[in-house]
């Protein structure tokens, strides 16, 4: 990102989490994105960065069917942004895929 952002100030003091699945595949941008999600707390934000197109369709649908709130989406030319609030009321997935670390999916 650069300096001329609309939201100045970095990430972290914005309150958002920043995952990077630039250059991965459908389906790990969703589900990366979803574990990340399940481990915040309702109302934080993650930023994700894909360059899958298909993105494109699967985040914005991964929100609707989850509880989640797409904030924004900016096409970025190879790449994708997605700014996600974690939902309030989430269907939470098994403890099996808890347990496994993010770099495992």
Do not use: Y
Request: proline residues 7%; contains cysteine; aromatic residues 4%.
């Amino acid at each position: 990102m650069n300096g001329n952002s609309r939201n100045a100030g970095t990430a972290e003091q914005r309150g958002e989490i920043l995952l990077d699945v630039i250059g991965q595949r459908c389906p790990l941008p969703v589900l990366r994105a979803r574990k990340r999600l399940l481990r915040l707390e309702p109302g934080q934000l993650v930023r994700v960065f894909a360059s899958d197109p298909v993105a494109r369709i699967d985040m914005p649908h991964f929100c609707v069917e989850a509880g989640h709130e797409l904030v924004e989406v900016r096409d970025r030319g190879s790449w994708i942004e997605f700014l996600i609030r974690r939902g309030e009321n989430v269907r939470e997935p098994d403890d099996d895929l808890l347990s496994k670390p993010v770099s495992d999916l």
